[in-house]
């Protein structure tokens, strides 16, 4: 009986490695890859039903609604609005309201204004500007030449320093001979005639000078302020305050400008339609400078429990005026306003005070007959005469 074959190993085999890990023949998938390809998965087929619906719309076309509905709809509109205008433009209503014709007898009536008592204060404001004060000018004292200047042009100095001298030679008169002697040799000092810094000072030794000739100036450190003042604040500062009040801009607090002046134009300045000016000197102990702006608020008075008027129901603002009474004609119609002479007083430029020509309770024309009506433009109306006015 032979042998039973024994099983040889192949030495071609390779054997494993010693040190090579042991991999079961049937070993699961990583989860984190097998969730990443199922959601790879979920994509593609949600892309392939959205490219099916696609398809499967435009094989099927725009359908009924946007073929046929909606084309219909806008036409029926578009010839629903032509309609329309057709009606409107050349069928109108035959029963439009007609417009009311005037009714005879109808009669406008001019606004008025009673005369009442009150109180009124003459507060004047005007726009100024700080300046320094007028320069001193020097002169001198007496016709001759120039022996000796003691000070330089832009220095400060006293009232009364010596600034120079002159040396006048005088002829004496000749003696009973007829002889004439030497000529006497005087010295005059010329003084500073004000406190302040020279200006203009520019003598020299030997040079000749004038009586009273201008040889320069001294100029003061103090200021004022100076403002134009047109017609209608002059009439309303007939009666002339002695200080102001002063505002400068971005300065000191308000403070009170004294010796008020106001100086009519003259020469050439009048001849070219210069205004009056007001001038008021700044406290010594008020800072200021040259060129600041200023407000100056002058009070010329006030009165209380006196008859009062708009400015805008008289003609005239100042000692006289005229005020219009209204009246009635024999048929009821108004007549022409009756004209009527007033003594004026105060006004603030609203108001104004009425002393005789008419009685507490009389009703006058608002306004002026023919005067433009300042309430006309709601725009520029003033609240104070015109109340609230709205367009």
Same mark, same amino acid.
């Given at each position: 009986?032979?042998?039973?074959?024994?099983?040889?190993?192949?030495?071609?085999?390779?054997?494993?490695?010693?040190?090579?890990?042991?991999?079961?023949?049937?070993?699961? %998938?990583?989860p984190r890859e097998a969730r990443r390809h199922a959601r790879r998965q979920q994509q593609l087929e949600a892309?392939?039903?959205?490219?099916?619906? /696609?398809?499967?719309?435009?094989? $099927?076309?725009?359908?009924?609604?946007?073929?046929?509905? +909606?084309?219909?709809?806008?036409?029926?509109?578009?010839?629903?609005?032509?309609?329309?205008?057709?009606?409107?433009?050349?069928?109108?209503?035959?029963?439009?309201?007609?417009?009311?014709? %005037?009714?005879?007898?109808?009669?406008?009536?001019?606004?008025?204004?009673?005369?009442?008592?009150?109180?009124?204060?003459?507060?004047?404001?005007?726009?100024? @500007?700080?300046?320094?004060?007028?320069?001193?000018?020097? $002169?001198?004292?007496?016709?001759?030449?120039?022996?000796?200047?003691?000070?330089?042009?832009?220095?400060?100095?006293?009232?009364?320093?010596?600034?120079?001298?002159?040396? !006048?030679? @005088?002829?004496?008169?000749?003696?009973?001979?007829?002889?004439? &002697?030497?000529?006497?040799?005087?010295?005059w000092n010329v003084r500073a005639p004000a406190t302040g810094t020279l200006t203009g000072l520019d003598l +020299?030794?030997?040079?000749?000078?004038?009586?009273?000739?201008? @040889? &320069?100036?001294?100029?003061?450190?103090?200021?004022?302020?100076?403002?134009?003042?047109?017609?209608?604040?002059?009439?309303?500062?007939?009666?002339?305050?002695?200080?102001?009040?002063?505002?400068?801009?971005?300065? #000191?607090?308000?403070?009170?400008?004294?010796?008020?002046?106001?100086?009519? #134009?003259?020469?050439?300045?009048?001849?070219? &339609?210069?205004?009056?000016?007001?001038?008021?000197?700044?406290?010594?102990?008020?800072?200021?400078?040259?060129?600041?702006?200023?407000?100056?608020?002058?009070?010329?008075?006030?009165a209380e429990d006196v008859l009062l008027l708009p400015t805008t129901a008289v003609l005239g603002s100042a000692?006289?005026?005229?005020?219009?009474? *209204?009246?009635?004609?024999?048929?009821?119609?108004?007549?022409? %306003?009756?004209?009527? /002479?007033?003594? +004026?007083?105060?006004?603030?430029?609203?108001? !104004?005070?009425?002393?005789?020509?008419?009685?507490?309770?009389?009703?006058?024309?608002?306004?002026?007959?023919?005067?433009?009506?300042?309430?006309?433009? *709601?725009?520029?109306?003033?609240?104070?005469?015109?109340?609230?006015?709205? #367009?």
């Open positions: 009986m032979p042998d039973a074959p024994q099983h040889v190993p192949n030495p071609s085999a390779a054997a494993p490695a010693p040190d090579a890990p042991h991999v079961p023949a049937h070993a699961d %998938p990583d892309l392939e039903r959205k490219q099916l619906h /696609r398809a499967e719309r435009a094989a $099927r076309g725009p359908g009924a609604w946007r073929s046929w509905v +909606l084309p219909s709809l806008k036409l029926l509109v578009a010839a629903a609005i032509a309609i329309a205008l057709v009606k409107l433009a050349f069928f109108p209503d035959g029963d439009a309201a007609v417009a009311e014709e %005037p009714v005879p007898g109808a009669m406008f009536e001019e606004p008025t204004v009673v005369l009442e008592r009150g109180s009124i204060e003459n507060a004047v404001s005007l726009e100024g @500007t700080v300046v320094p004060v007028d320069a001193v000018p020097i $002169r001198s004292s007496q016709t001759g030449v120039v022996a000796r200047v003691y000070v330089d042009d832009g220095l400060e100095v006293t009232e009364g320093d010596v600034l120079y001298t002159v040396r !006048v030679e @005088t002829q004496p008169e000749p003696d009973a001979d007829g002889m004439v &002697g030497d000529p006497v040799l005087t010295l +020299l030794p030997g040079q000749s000078v004038d009586l009273a000739g201008e @040889t &320069g100036a001294v100029q003061p450190p103090q200021f004022r302020v100076q403002a134009a003042v047109g017609a209608a604040e002059q009439y309303r500062l007939t009666t002339q305050p002695d200080s102001a009040t002063v505002t400068i801009d971005s300065g #000191p607090a308000p403070f009170s400008c004294t010796d008020v002046a106001i100086r009519q #134009p003259s020469g050439e300045a009048a001849a070219g &339609g210069s205004t009056a000016t007001l001038t008021c000197s700044v406290p010594d102990d008020v800072r200021v400078f040259v060129g600041l702006s200023a407000t100056v608020e002058l009070v010329a008075g006030a000692d006289a005026g005229i005020a219009y009474r *209204p009246t009635t004609g024999p048929d009821g119609l108004p007549g022409e %306003p009756e004209e009527v /002479r007033l003594e +004026l007083g105060l006004s603030d430029g609203t108001v !104004v005070e009425v002393r005789s020509g008419l009685a507490e309770g009389d009703a006058v024309l608002q306004f002026v007959p023919g005067a433009a009506d300042p309430c006309a433009d *709601p725009m520029a109306a003033d609240p104070a005469v015109c109340g609230e006015v709205f #367009p």
